[in-house]
């Protein structure tokens, strides 16, 4: 088993920035052999693929975040970093993890990943 928990989350103002983290416990070894990503889910709105990183460190991004969000991983741990922020960037952000396979593909369903973090809030004001 896999344990993720979010955090980093909080309130910016448009054009700002914000780090989340995603920290990993249980199956260590399992989590660095899988492919792991970031999903979000605004209010009303099912949950939207955010970015992907493979074990190998390859890396997927929707287009509406590339080029602001970039995401990283080192050991029992990976990070979002989101600049350049945007009201429509507001939502519950969850970190995933699928222990089924090193290497990511770029649009993932949300059916991919078998472990998942409780969420944290981003609210970016204009």
């Known amino acids: 088993q896999v344990q993720l928990v979010e955090s980093g989350g909080g309130s910016v103002q448009a054009g700002g920035s914000l780090t989340l983290s995603c920290a990993v416990s249980g199956d260590i070894s399992g989590y660095m052999s899988s492919c792991v990503g970031w999903f979000r889910q605004a209010p009303g709105q099912g949950r939207e693929w955010v970015a992907s990183?493979?074990?190998?460190?390859t890396t997927y991004y929707a287009n509406s975040v590339r080029g602001r969000f970039f995401v990283s991983r080192d050991n029992a741990k990976h990070t979002l970093e989101m600049n350049s922020l945007r009201p429509g960037d507001t939502a519950m952000y969850y970190c995933?993890?699928?222990?089924?396979?090193?290497?990511?593909?770029?649009?993932?369903?949300?059916?991919?990943?078998?472990?998942w973090g409780q969420g944290t809030q981003v609210t970016v004001s204009a």
């Open positions: 990183i493979s074990v190998g460190e």
């Open positions: 995933a993890a699928d222990r089924r396979r090193p290497y990511c593909t770029a649009f993932p369903e949300v059916t991919v990943f078998q472990y």
